[in-house]
T-cell receptor, first 116, second 110 residues
């Protein structure tokens, strides 16, 4: 079974703090993704990575950065947390090579971040 | 552009069948997915279908695809309280991404 783990289920941080959310997958997937989920707004892609040290901006990258130093680990960084970044953060991974036809994503349990 | 649409809520009685609908826009061959999200949890892949298929069945789940209307449905037979969740429809997009619907919250009435 694919296993995607996230470093925390719940996190409370203060405005202005630097926040690290970590995600690890054990299936040797090439692609990794960070989403945020807010009521009424569905899933919004923040960043994704299709290889080590590669990253691409998603739909809402402002206020976030990412790091992928190893294939199995993808970190989301909030440089200076703000209250509007209070949300559920979901990490996912998938296979992905140019010949792949199907690239379903496998999700971690999520991190509920509250910024006060 | 690519877009996936779902209604936001569905309410059914326990024991009845639930049918969750989705429309997509990509006209090329593609994969379509259904995911389930229980409260406070991540998304779990339920099933997928390739666009050259009409139907796929897996135990209580039946996926129907109408390619002409670009309409996808997920039928859950004999709905139970454990089926209460948000169900997301997704379409394979470009650059390894999935295009997500907004999710349908399934509410089970006793």
């Amino acid at each position: 079974d694919v296993k995607v783990t996230q470093s925390s289920r719940y996190l409370v941080k203060r405005t202005g703090e630097k926040v690290f959310l970590e995600c690890v997958q054990d299936m040797d997937h090439e692609n990794m993704f960070w989403y945020r989920q807010d009521p009424g707004l569905g899933l919004r892609l923040i960043y994704f990575s299709y290889d080590v040290k590669m990253k691409e901006k998603g739909d809402i990258p402002e206020g976030y950065s990412v790091s992928r130093e190893k294939k199995e680990r993808f970190s989301l960084i909030l440089e200076s947390a703000s209250t509007n970044q209070t949300s559920m953060y979901l990490c996912a991974s998938s296979f992905g090579t140019p010949t792949t036809k199907r690239y379903e994503q496998y999700f971690g349990p999520g991190t509920r971040l509250t910024v006060t | 552009g690519e877009d996936v649409e779902q209604s936001l809520f569905l309410s059914v009685r326990e024991g009845d069948s639930s049918v969750i609908n989705c429309t997509y826009t990509d006209s090329s061959s593609t994969y379509l997915y259904w995911y389930k999200q229980e409260p406070g949890a991540g998304l779990q892949l339920l099933t997928y279908i390739f666009s050259n298929m009409d139907m796929k069945q897996d135990q209580r789940l039946t996926v129907l695809l109408n390619k002409k209307d670009k309409h996808l449905s997920l039928r859950i037979a004999d709905t139970q309280t454990g089926d209460s969740a948000i169900y997301f429809c997704a379409e394979r997009g470009s650059n390894y991404q999935l295009i997500w619907g907004a999710g349908t919250k399934l509410i089970i009435k006793p």
